[in-house]
C-alpha cells in the first residue's frame, strides 16, 4: 500500500513563494512517474507538474517557467516549487503516483491535498 502525504501549503501574498513536499512511502520515486495536481474552487482538478522516473519534467502552460517539479530518491520525497504566486494558482494541491513510468498513463495513489491561497 502506497502512502502519499503532502504539507507546505499555507497562505501567501501574491508575488510570494512556497515549496510543497509529498512524502512517499517505499522506494516508489525510481520506478513511477509522478505528478502535482490542483482543484482550484468550483473547477474540475487539472495536472500542474509532472516527473518521470527518468528525471524528465513537464509542466501547465499556466505555471511553467514559475514552478519547479523536483524529488529526492533518497528521502522518496517529491517537491513542488512556486514562486511568483497568483491568486488564480489558490487551490488545493495535490501529489498523486502514476501507475507506471508514464505521466499519461493514468494515476492510482492520491494524496490528501494540501491547501494553498493566495491573497492580500
Known amino acids: 500500500q502506497v502512502q502519499l502525504v503532502e504539507s507546505g501549503g499555507g497562505l501567501v501574498q501574491p508575488g510570494g513563494s512556497l515549496r510543497l513536499s509529498c512524502a512517499a512511502s517505499?522506494?516508489?520515486?525510481?520506478?513511477?512517474?509522478m505528478g502535482w495536481f490542483r482543484q482550484p474552487p468550483g473547477k474540475q482538478r487539472e495536472l500542474v507538474a509532472y516527473?518521470?522516473?527518468?528525471?524528465?519534467?513537464g509542466y501547465a502552460d499556466s505555471v511553467k517557467g514559475r514552478f519547479t517539479i523536483s524529488r529526492d530518491n533518497a528521502k522518496n520525497t517529491m517537491y513542488l516549487q512556486m514562486n511568483s504566486l497568483k491568486s488564480e494558482d489558490t487551490a488545493v494541491y495535490y501529489c498523486?503516483?502514476?501507475?507506471?513510468?508514464?505521466?499519461?498513463?493514468?494515476?492510482?495513489?492520491w494524496g490528501q491535498g494540501t491547501q494553498v491561497t493566495v491573497s492580500s
Open positions: 498523486a503516483k502514476a501507475r507506471n513510468s508514464d505521466y499519461r498513463g493514468g494515476y492510482d495513489y
Open positions: 517505499g522506494s516508489i520515486l525510481r520506478i513511477a512517474a
Open positions: 516527473i518521470t522516473s527518468g528525471g524528465s519534467t
